[in-house]
């Protein structure tokens, strides 16, 4: 059964920053595209950023690009997203999740998800 553990939330001022991490257990972590995605109360889950099994081929948002980076470590079956230059409206709970089927921004083409970790940007 693969399971995600995502870690590293927790609360941060505007321009600060925070690094979340996601293992995955159960299965090959290097078979799966990894996103991470986020929902604000009232909101719907949202794309953030996705990599690619081999770490090659990044995607992200517009509204995080040039502040978030996302990386993997195959060896530690780990997922990394690093948020820098944190706004206000990056508060959210964030998702990592896990896609068998290739690289995707849409939430339905992923096949396992993580429990959620709780990030929020202060003023």
């Known amino acids: 059964q693969v399971q995600l553990v995502e870690s590293g939330g927790g609360l941060v001022q505007a321009g600060g920053s925070l690094s979340l991490s996601c293992v995955l257990s159960?299965?090959?972590?290097?078979?799966?595209?990894l996103g991470w995605f986020r929902q604000a109360p009232g909101k719907d889950r949202e794309f953030v950023s996705a990599i690619s099994w081999s770490g090659r081929s990044t995607y992200y948002a517009d509204s995080v690009k040039g502040r978030f980076t996302i990386s993997r470590d195959n060896a530690k079956s780990s997922v990394y997203l690093q948020m820098n230059r944190l706004k206000l409206e990056d508060t959210a709970v964030y998702y990592c999740?896990?896609?068998?089927?290739?690289?995707?921004?849409?939430?339905?083409?992923?096949?396992?998800w993580g429990q959620g970790t709780q990030v929020t940007v202060s003023s």
């Open positions: 159960g299965h090959t972590f290097s078979t799966y595209a």
């Open positions: 999740a896990a896609d068998s089927s290739g690289t995707s921004e849409e939430a339905a083409w992923y096949d396992y």
